[in-house]
């Protein structure tokens, strides 16, 4: 039986997620594939329990210059290093595979044409909406369309805070604490409220959808700290929620493209999307309207979009 070597870099949240799917699930992806998955490098500082030790490393390049090692599973966070670790990893004959939305959008174009320069695959299906396949439709089942609009609700934090806002006439303020202590907002928020984190996503279907890159600092974007009670009660007297919305049309062959708080009508699919749930509502001119659905973040349901995307490496195998 074949093979399939993995190194991942950083075992945190969504890193420890990926690592207990692949061994807990290990014996039916070897069944649905027909390659046995391992997991053989791990670049951390911290040790795990219940992880063997030998494999931890804090050196990078014994995991992405290591011979043993086909496919790299990136979850570090942030543009840097871990841009740098992936272009390294392809420039080494390794596929990768990413959560990571902000390298992904900040270097997109620069990681497509190094892997396909190195004959490798990039993967980065949990980079947008954590574990729902909305990229995986977009590149084959939806592939036929002309894709005329996209609105997304990529961001758990902020449709937490918009959702216990208008269920509870709750204080932004306060919400924000409160999603800060159950864990759906960072110590410091600015990346989610701020809308810069949906930016991130919304660049990248852009890419998926209209094969064109607009980087996310060019994408007008508006988050939700300005958001007040009486805001949420004006679209509601409208019959309509507010949500922060990543929203892209084509428009006489060019993208319109925005991040911001919108009125949704209640009748709309993406008005019935509360809390950390994630949703995004695609317009193809031959499926008509298509909306994809479920958990937008969290380690099993990231981790199950990442080994998706291993698992599409290893049946080519």
Do not use: W
């Amino acid at each position: 039986m074949k093979k399939l070597n993995i190194g991942i870099l950083g075992l945190g949240t969504v890193g420890g997620g990926t690592y207990d799917i692949l061994v807990k699930n290990k014996d039916i992806i070897q069944k649905r594939t027909g390659v046995t998955i391992e997991v053989v490098k791990i670049l951390d500082l911290r040790k795990r329990p219940g992880v063997d030790e030998s494999l931890f490393t804090d050196e990078p390049d014994e995991v992405l210059n290591n011979p043993e090692v086909d496919l790299i599973v990136e979850t570090l966070g942030g543009i840097q290093p871990a841009s740098s670790f992936m272009l390294q990893a392809m420039k080494h004959g390794k596929h990768v595979v990413t959560a990571n939305k902000a390298a992904v959008a900040a270097t997109y174009e620069e990681l497509q044409k190094t892997a396909a320069e190195n004959n490798v695959r990039f993967l980065f299906e949990a980079s947008v909406g954590g574990g729902i396949p909305v990229l995986t439709a977009i590149q084959n089942a939806l592939a036929g369309n002309n894709f005329l609009e996209v609105m997304g609700i990529v961001n758990g934090t902020t449709n937490y805070i918009l959702t216990k806002m208008t269920e509870e006439g709750a204080d932004y303020a306060d919400v924000l604490k409160d999603a800060q202590a159950k864990g759906f907002a960072e110590a410091d928020p600015t990346a989610d409220v701020e809308g810069i984190d949906v930016a991130n996503k919304l660049c990248i279907l852009i890419a998926l959808l209209f094969d064109k890159y607009i980087a996310p600092t060019d994408i007008p974007t508006t988050g939700i700290s300005k958001i007040t009670g009486d805001d949420i009660a004006a679209a509601a007297a409208e019959g309509c929620k507010i949500k922060l919305i990543a929203h892209a049309t084509l428009k006489d062959g060019q993208v319109v493209c925005s991040v911001a708080p919108e009125k949704i009508p209640d009748s709309h699919p993406l008005a019935g999307v509360s809390n950390e749930f994630n949703a995004v509502y695609i317009t193809g001119d031959m499926v008509d309207e298509v909306m994809f659905y479920g958990k937008g973040a969290g380690a099993l349901p990231t981790g199950s979009a990442i080994v998706g995307d291993i698992i599409s490496v290893a049946k080519e195998l």
